[in-house]
């Protein structure tokens, strides 16, 4: 069935070290993805987003790369700080029945060791 | 993100119970959606509308139901809870586009 997965449920890293949170989708027709954060207590917040069109995309400290070929999706985050510590979610969206459908993975937590 | 509110942010109710969690935006979107999120888990779509009086039924509908009596707001009903409805539940909001939607910051719900 289509999904929206992550390699590892659980990533540590130490402080200034760089991050990668990987992604894997199934559904081949979906042409936009998005990263988001989630602190405790909080709703998901917009981090990055890519279009199916582009290959890489950076933003302040973190990129996000899209390889459509194997459907992989990563997350780097450079010079991880204790206040990256969080869960982050990949989501992928499509159009489905003329209406855009967006479907969320299970997350990965990132936790940062100071 | 103060543009997408949602009350109560934590609620215990008993069994049977018939409760409304709702949610308000300042975004001026015209899509809204309730999403659930379970312990571990992602988050999973439950119902979501597209302008006022447009419902929608998302993955995991049942048990639940739905109100857009204005562009501002979009209420979450369930019916007659049931302790697997326990959980924290999300309100998001998202442009004509439908493409990044944002998030208000949950509702905790404890079903007893």
């Known amino acids: 069935g289509e999904s929206v997965g992550l390699h590892l449920p659980t990533l540590s890293v130490q402080e200034g070290d760089n991050s990668i949170i990987n992604c894997a989708y199934s559904?081949?027709?979906?042409?936009?993805f998005i990263w988001y954060k989630q602190e405790s207590g909080k709703g998901p917040q917009f981090i990055i987003d890519?279009?199916?069109?582009?290959d890489k995309r950076q933003g302040q400290r973190v990129t996000v790369l899209l390889n459509k070929t194997v459907k992989h999706l990563s997350l780097q985050i450079a010079a991880t700080q204790p206040g990256d510590s969080a869960v982050y979610f990949c989501?992928?969206?499509?159009?489905?029945?003329?209406?855009?459908?967006?479907?969320f993975g299970s997350g990965t937590r990132l936790q940062v060791q100071p | 993100d103060a543009d997408v509110t949602q009350t109560p942010r934590n609620r215990i109710t008993k069994t049977g119970k018939r409760i409304m969690l709702e949610c308000s935006q300042t975004k001026g979107h015209d899509r809204m959606y309730w999403y659930r999120q379970d312990p571990g888990l992602g988050l999973q779509l439950i119902y979501y509308s597209f302008d006022v009086k447009d419902i929608n039924k998302g993955e995991i509908s049942d048990g639940y139901s739905v109100s857009r009596q204005a562009q501002a707001k979009f209420s979450l009903s369930l019916e007659s809870a049931i302790p697997n409805q326990t959980a924290l539940y999300f309100c998001a909001t998202s442009d004509e586009r439908g493409e990044t939607q944002y998030f208000g910051p949950g509702t905790r719900l404890l079903v007893l």
């Open positions: 559904n081949s027709a979906s042409d936009y």
């Open positions: 890519i279009r199916s069109n582009m």
């Open positions: 989501a992928e969206n499509r159009e489905d029945t003329g209406r855009r459908a967006l479907t």
